[in-house]
């Protein structure tokens, strides 16, 4: 079944998309680079009218990430290659088992207390699907 808000729009976007082809061209600079950017970008554009359910803008994976980069800023980052892969792996894990409601540090804990057995990782439990 078509989307409603594709449907009801379409005409808009057609001449959105136009205007935009219209003036790729155009003399006057920041016209002629919004028209750019919005041609190159296309498809992330309309995307909200053919799937409302998408968020207009990935704030939220900018704020889940923020106290990693407030992390790297203060230690001034790991200043090595294996440092910065540990730190990538344990932000991966950390925020896995957050968004699993799991306690980060107690699977932490646990998963080395398992390799010190010489045991396997434990897996992070899959998520609840509701």
Do not use: Y
């Not at 409302?52 to 990693?68: G, I, K, M, Q, Y």
């Not at 088992?97 to 207390?113: G, S």
Request: hydrophobic share 45%.
């Amino acid at each position: 079944m078509p989307n409603p808000l594709w449907a009801q729009n379409q005409q808009l976007l057609t001449l959105l998309r136009s205007l935009c082809e219209t003036h790729r061209d155009i003399a006057h600079v920041d016209s002629r680079q919004l028209a750019g950017e919005f041609l190159n970008d296309w498809e992330a554009i309309v995307r909200v009218v053919e799937t409302p359910a998408h968020p207009l803008t990935n704030n939220v994976a900018e704020r889940s990430l923020r106290h990693w980069v407030l992390l790297r800023k203060i230690t001034f980052g790991s200043r090595t290659a294996q440092g910065s892969r540990v730190v990538a792996l344990l932000a991966s894990v950390i925020d896995t088992a957050r968004l699993r409601d799991l306690n980060p540090w107690e699977f932490i804990a646990q998963t080395l207390a398992e390799r010190r057995k010489n045991q396997p990782v434990p897996r992070l439990p899959m998520p609840v699907l509701a």
